[in-house]
């Protein structure tokens, strides 16, 4: 390795003989592209330098968590009234995701549930004296098809709609 125009990421490699070895395992969302510069010297002394651009592969991940923007709804809002904005987390910057509702454990509630584009939306009012939080099972999946899922409850808060008397 040698100092010059390109040099900028030689601290990042070793050479093991011929082999040219980095330090640490590169990821693309932080850094996709390295600059290093090279020496070689003949046996004659003869010299040639180069700077060489390395670029780093993107490696899809899967996503790893699955937010809703509200954990609770209140009672006796309207049938179809969006719940909470649906979102995922994704080691891959600027992933596109889309979501539904799957059968699996903590489905109890899908039924009750809607989504349109990444909005949750509830399919009828609902009352928290009948039922006082609901357990769907939501699905991501990013734009090259891997997935993961969570079971997420949302709970009914109570409304205080009576008059007072007095």
Do not use: C, M, W
């Not at 609770?72 to 987390?89: L, T, W």
């Not at 584009?117 to 939501?138: F, V």
């Amino acid at each position: 390795f040698v100092e010059g125009e390109g040099d900028h990421d030689n601290e990042s490699f070793i050479l093991d003989g011929n082999l040219l070895k980095i330090n640490h395992s590169p990821d693309y969302e932080i850094k996709s592209s390295y600059q290093i510069r090279l020496r070689t010297t003949d046996s004659t002394d003869l010299t040639f330098e180069k700077s060489f651009d390395l670029y780093v592969n993107n490696i899809n991940y899967e996503p790893t968590d699955i937010l809703l923007s509200a954990s609770s709804v209140d009672e006796d809002i309207e049938a179809n009234s969006v719940v909470a904005v649906i979102s995922a987390i994704d080691p891959d910057i600027g992933e596109q995701h889309s979501y539904q509702l799957v059968n699996g454990e903590g489905d109890n509630d899908n039924e009750r549930f809607t989504i349109d584009g990444n909005l949750l939306k509830i399919n009828e009012s609902p009352r928290n004296h009948q039922k006082s939080s609901y357990n769907i099972l939501l699905k991501t999946i990013d734009s090259t098809g891997l997935s993961y899922q969570k079971s997420i409850r949302i709970d009914v808060n109570f409304v205080n709609d009576q008059e007072p008397t007095d």
